[in-house]
């Protein structure tokens, strides 16, 4: 109804002013399912993927010459230089005819190991 006649307003206006305020259950039970999911999302999204963008940096942060990586294209090459200044590693891709590439330092996706050391 669009309209409401004076006398059934005011019967609404009395009605929820007698309401009592809600309780501290009342307000619990409101907004811990809201807060639940909250920690929820905490704990199954932002924390692993803080803990995954930490572990990269170390990673990159120790990056150094010789070792094996592969870049986030799917390129295999050993570190040949590393120059942080200008966010650049050069790698040799192919070992006979002495290949290099530069890629930017973050672009490297996983080391696999120093070239020196035997592989089994």
């Known amino acids: 109804m669009l309209f409401e006649p004076p006398a059934l307003f005011a019967v609404h206006l009395i009605a929820a002013a007698a309401a009592p305020p809600p309780g501290p259950l009342e307000l ?9 999911i909250v920690l929820v999302a905490w704990l199954l999204l932002y924390r692993p993927e803080r ?19 592969i870049t986030t294209s799917g390129i295999y ?13 050069s790698l040799r ?28």
């Not at 940096?57 to 010789?66: I, M, R, S, V, Y």
């Open 28 to 36: 619990l039970i409101t907004y811990l399912p809201m807060a639940m």
């Open 51 to 69: 803990e995954r963008m930490r572990r990269h940096q170390e990673l990159l942060t120790g990056l150094k010459k010789n070792d094996r990586v």
């Open 77 to 89: 090459g050993t570190v040949a230089n590393v120059d942080r200044e200008a966010d650049r590693v």
């Open 93 to 120: 891709v192919d070992e006979a005819g002495n290949v290099k590439i530069a890629v930017t330092v973050s672009s490297i996706a996983k080391v696999l190991g120093d070239s020196s050391s035997p592989e089994p």
